[in-house]
């Protein structure tokens, strides 16, 4: 059975890109596989985080994830920090990354420009290699953006398995192309974004009913009037996306019914659908966040299985490596 690994970040609020381009993607895969789900906290504090706020977001994130498909019986759920494991192999991992290979990050050029350079900033890169590779995984199932870092996640692993024998997949990456990138609603030019200024941009998982209904109203469209098979800009284009992806059918298909339409109508036709699946997805989250007992239960069974199997990984990497002992002297 193939390993299927992929995270998020417990940062910001989950928002509808989130959705379709990873936790839904997620879902469509925990049956057939060994489906492992991680809260990447330590690459959220690469940039200014509130303690208080990243601790609630761990269990808003994981309650999510819940809510959204993620079957705790058939995947495993953990939170980054709580398996050191994850940090051993990326400074083992550090020591044969090219400082070039991280300088032609462009996650690194974008977030120090905004937030100021830092060493975490610069080398999260190879900790989400280690993430990855730690349990021999076979996909990785993530946008088109983030598919320039497993990309080094195999580079790592080719380079790691050449010097010291082989020990590591080569993790390959799964990308719903009309689906990897969800743009914003304001400016459909920018991904949809968790820290983006304009808070119309992006339709979040907990937003209200109104709150939804309103940023779809104001999406931003260009000067044509009705749905035809050109897709029109960028805009009408991506909310075609994003209805496409709700009615989980193809982009041809949706043009083909919505042909016709005018935008107006279509966006109400688009509310309804997103205002139908969150509500769905909202009343599940709100149960599962208020049993405190159930998702810490679901996080601490996450955690031992992901030590557990992970362990085995760093034990052939020691020795690899030659770090430790392999026997006490008397």
């Given at each position: 059975?193939?390993?299927?690994?992929?995270?998020?970040?417990?940062?910001?609020?989950?928002?509808?890109?989130?959705?379709?381009?990873?936790?839904?993607?997620?879902?469509?895969?925990?049956?057939?596989?060994?489906?492992?789900?991680?809260?990447?906290?330590?690459?959220?504090?690469?940039?200014?985080?509130?303690?208080?706020?990243?601790?609630e977001k761990i269990?808003?994130?994981?309650?999510?994830?819940?809510?959204?498909?993620?079957?705790?019986?058939?995947?495993?759920?953990?939170?980054?920090?709580?398996?050191?494991?994850?940090?051993?192999?990326?400074?083992?991992?550090?020591?044969?990354?090219?400082?070039?290979?991280?300088?032609?990050?462009?996650?690194?050029?974008?977030?120090?420009?905004?937030?100021?350079?830092?060493?975490?900033?610069?080398?999260?890169?190879?900790?989400?290699?280690?993430?990855?590779?730690?349990?021999?995984?076979?996909?990785?199932?993530?946008?088109?953006?983030?598919?320039?870092?497993?990309?080094?996640?195999r580079d790592l692993?080719?380079?790691?398995?050449?010097?010291?024998?082989?020990?590591?997949?080569?993790?390959?990456?799964?990308?719903?192309?009309?689906?990897?990138?969800?743009?914003?609603?304001?400016?459909?030019?920018?991904?949809?974004?968790?820290?983006?200024?304009?808070?119309?941009?992006?339709?979040?998982?907990?937003?209200?009913?109104?709150?939804?209904?309103?940023?779809?109203?104001?999406?931003?469209?260009?000067?044509?009037?009705?749905?035809?098979?050109?897709?029109?800009?960028?805009?009408?284009?991506?909310?075609?996306?994003?209805?496409?992806?709700?009615?989980?059918?193809?982009?041809?298909?949706?043009?083909?019914?919505?042909?016709?339409?005018?935008?107006?109508?279509f966006k109400s036709?688009?509310?309804?659908?997103?205002?139908?699946?969150?509500?769905?997805?909202?009343?599940?989250?709100?149960?599962?966040?208020?049993?405190?007992?159930?998702?810490?239960?679901?996080?601490?069974?996450?955690?031992?299985?992901?030590?557990?199997?992970?362990?085995?990984?760093?034990?052939?990497?020691?020795?690899?490596?030659?770090?430790?002992?392999?026997?006490?002297?008397?």
């Amino acid at each position: 059975m193939k390993t299927i690994f992929s995270g998020v970040q417990p940062s910001g609020d989950l928002h509808i890109g989130n959705y379709i381009g990873a936790l839904s993607q997620w879902v469509s895969l925990q049956d057939n596989s060994e489906a492992i789900f991680c809260l990447v906290d330590l690459h959220t504090i690469t940039v200014p985080q509130d303690p208080k706020i990243l601790r609630e977001k761990i269990l808003e994130v994981a309650a999510l994830y819940i809510a959204c498909g993620i079957d705790p019986k058939k995947a495993h759920i953990f939170v980054q920090s709580e398996n050191p494991n994850h940090t051993q192999l990326g400074w083992v991992l550090n020591t044969i990354t090219p400082f070039g290979s991280l300088e032609r990050m462009t996650q690194f050029k974008d977030k120090s420009q905004k937030y100021g350079e830092n060493a975490g900033l610069f080398t999260y890169p190879v900790l989400m290699a280690a993430d990855i590779l730690l349990y021999l995984t076979d996909e990785v199932p993530v946008g088109q953006d983030q598919k320039q870092h497993v990309e080094l996640a195999r580079d790592l692993a080719e380079k790691f398995n050449s010097k010291f024998g082989p020990t590591f997949k080569l993790p390959v990456p799964v990308i719903q192309k009309e689906t990897s990138r969800i743009m914003s609603l304001q400016k459909p030019t920018s991904k949809m974004s968790k820290s983006d200024s304009n808070k119309n941009g992006a339709i979040f998982l907990l937003d209200s009913k109104d709150l939804i209904r309103q940023k779809i109203a104001k999406a931003v469209t260009d000067s044509g009037s009705y749905i035809s098979k050109d897709k029109g800009s960028e805009g009408i284009s991506n909310l075609l996306v994003i209805y496409s992806s709700f009615k989980n059918q193809s982009l041809e298909r949706s043009i083909s019914e919505l042909e016709g339409k005018s935008y107006s109508e279509f966006k109400s036709l688009l509310a309804d659908l997103v205002v139908s699946d969150l509500s769905k997805i909202q009343e599940k989250y709100n149960e599962i966040r208020t049993d405190e007992k159930y998702l810490t239960q679901v996080l601490d069974e996450g955690r031992d299985f992901a030590i557990e199997k992970s362990n085995q990984t760093m034990k052939a990497v020691i020795s690899a490596v030659g770090l430790g002992r392999t026997a006490t002297s008397h």
